[in-house]
């Protein structure tokens, strides 16, 4: 058994990954967010042997267009529609977003799709916030962390124990104040509730390493193409985390990354 993650594209103009569980011969599918357009995510899906029609569910982090797209109004299957897993607090996305009939699973405890454990916990981003998302096949763990201006106590406990790690990494902050974007959007992003830093990042891998957790592959996630250059971060994590610093990859913005895969040493639980 095995399972491998491919971030199809990650950063502001679009985010989508697979999730996907090999038992055997079975294939078990998940997506996470739909930042890209119908058709492109769909190519894309079809390139890596899934469907959207044969999805487990869609993990959905957050409302913004970059992670909701626009066209889904118009392509989204009337028939076989994969269920997308929202925190109750985000139970107005999907009707806003023009798919009030989709079908939806919420997550305020644990729950059980297909043969993934899926958690989550809320992140602060903006004004209705995002979502982080575990996902835990045989004893894998899975975590998706992204869009959030801070990291929140409930976070490392989410992350605890996982063997791959996916986390936003936004901005490199000098890069940021010399960019010529206006102050209001500027603080949008450093205040808090907007996105995290490359400094920041690590020092999230620095609390889960403390706490006994050292994931054996980590991607970063959502690196701003303005504000953030992958040499930066490659040079940081070399600086300051050598010894994790083999285990980092960055994520590309606009094409799917190598993909990541972790086996499993142990069998799934029975029911």
Known sequence: MRLR????ASGSSGNAALLTAFDGTRRHDLLIDLGLSPRRLRGLLRAEGADLESLHGVLLTHGDVDHLHTGWTRGWPSLMAPPVVVRPEHGHLLPRAGLPHAPTR???EPLDI???RISATA???DREGS???RVDFADIGVGWATDMGRVPPTLPQLLDGVRLLALESNYDPPMQMASPRPDYLK???M???GHLSNAQALELVHTLHAQGTSPEHIV???LSEQCNDAALVHALWKREAAHLAPRMRVAARREPTDPIEVIATAPLASA
């Open 131 to 133: 979502t982080a998302f």
């Open 114 to 116: 297909g043969p993934f």
């Open 123 to 125: 992140l602060p981003h």
């Open 187 to 189: 603080h949008r992003i």
């Open 191 to 193: 205040d808090g509730g």
């Open 5 to 8: 993650l491919r971030v199809l």
């Open 106 to 108: 919420w997550i305020a």
């Open 220 to 222: 970063l996630l959502h």
